[in-house]
């Protein structure tokens, strides 16, 4: 299973519409997701390199370097240096969601004859993804990095790259159950199957446990670790007060359940959780499966949320009924539709 994010890929322009009332700019589709372009830049069906939302792109290299006036910040590197760039958004131009970039072979200066659709471009472009600082409750002492030995990275894939799996998604036997994507900071616990010890991680990161840690708080107050059997992971948002600006505008800091794995790193469906994960569990919600990923994308549009009284949502996350990862999933059994508006206004 890869945990890491294709950020820049090579891709196929796949239709190209006016804009009402714009006529320097289009919007092209590259797989599902939508970005405005230069009017005349790419033709239907033209190769290219498209780089997601999330993305920190590094302006000391001249093919960025134009993005630095939009904004800039500097994230630091496994080994220790610094990397200043601009982080890829989404906007909104002449009324028109743009989420990404897209640039020509000759503006990349790649050859994409030789690197086939879906090539990974990424690490040879330079570019990282942005995760913004984690706050100094939350981040703890650093024990070293995720254990991926028993659980993914908690990041899920986006449904505006879930394009040409479509039918592989609609056909799963067992179906799907959609929840709400609370905005917090990611959490997963691990019972060590070998001494029984809880493990507590951010998205990234192993961290010591200690009276401060705001993961091991919340834990202790509701019991969480306790229910686990050794090797059993769960894997959570954590979000309140100093998390993210509290969206939701949550009175205390709280655990919001997503996943739980086994100790042989499968996923189990809810029937299979523990009570005390169940009674934390991010909110179920009452949607039929889309059609495709451009009503999904739309079904997520002005969602409200179910914890946050009258608060938008940041989005859906889908989950296999039966908690079978799939293959075009990385494995993983679950997939994230974002709110766009939650987006524009958030940032993201």
Not at 40 to 49: N, T
Not at 121 to 143: F, N, R
Not at 191 to 203: E, L
Not at 321 to 348: C, E, F, Q, S
Request: proline content about 7%; some cysteine.
């Amino acid at each position: 299973m890869n945990d890491s994010r294709a950020l820049a890929t090579v891709a196929v322009i796949g239709d190209l519409q006016p804009i009402p009332g714009a006529d320097q700019i289009e919007r092209a589709t590259v797989r599902g997701w939508h970005v405005v372009v230069r009017k005349g830049q790419f033709a239907a069906g033209q190769r290219v390199i498209y780089i997601e939302v999330d993305a920190l792109l590094p302006i000391s290299d001249p093919r960025f370097a134009f993005l630095a006036a939009r904004g800039t910040k500097t994230v630091a590197l496994r080994d220790g240096s610094g990397l200043e760039g601009h982080v890829l958004r989404t906007v909104k131009l002449r009324g028109q969601v743009s989420q990404g970039l897209v640039l020509s072979e000759h503006e990349a200066g790649i050859n994409l004859d030789e690197s086939p659709v879906g090539s990974d471009l990424t690490d040879s472009l330079g570019i990282v993804k942005y995760e913004p600082p984690i706050p100094a409750h939350l981040a703890g002492q650093v024990v070293g990095p995720f254990p991926a030995q028993f659980a993914p990275r908690t990041d899920a894939e986006r449904v505006q790259n879930l394009h040409a799996h479509w039918a592989v998604l609609t056909a799963h036997p067992a179906g799907w159950i959609a929840t709400e994507k609370v905005d917090g900071s990611s959490v997963t616990i691990v019972r060590d199957p070998a001494d029984g010890r809880i493990r507590y991680c951010s998205r990234n990161l192993e961290l010591r446990p200690t009276p401060e840690l705001s993961s091991q708080i919340v834990d202790e107050r509701i019991g969480l670790s306790a229910a686990l059997e050794p090797g059993m992971v769960v894997q959570a948002e954590i979000a309140g007060p100093g998390i993210q600006g509290n969206p939701l505008q949550l009175p205390d800091l709280r655990l919001f359940v997503f996943n739980v794995l086994d100790a042989h790193r499968r996923f189990l469906p809810r029937s299979a959780w523990p009570q005390v994960a169940l009674n934390h569990a991010a909110p179920l919600l009452d949607l039929p499966f889309p059609a495709g990923t451009e009503e999904a994308v739309a079904q997520v549009d002005g969602l409200r949320s179910v914890v946050g009284r009258d608060r938008a949502a940041e989005g859906v996350v889908w989950h296999t009924a039966d908690g079978h990862g799939l293959t075009v999933l990385d494995g993983r059994d679950y997939w994230k539709a974002i709110n766009n508006r939650y987006l524009l206004k958030h940032g993201g």
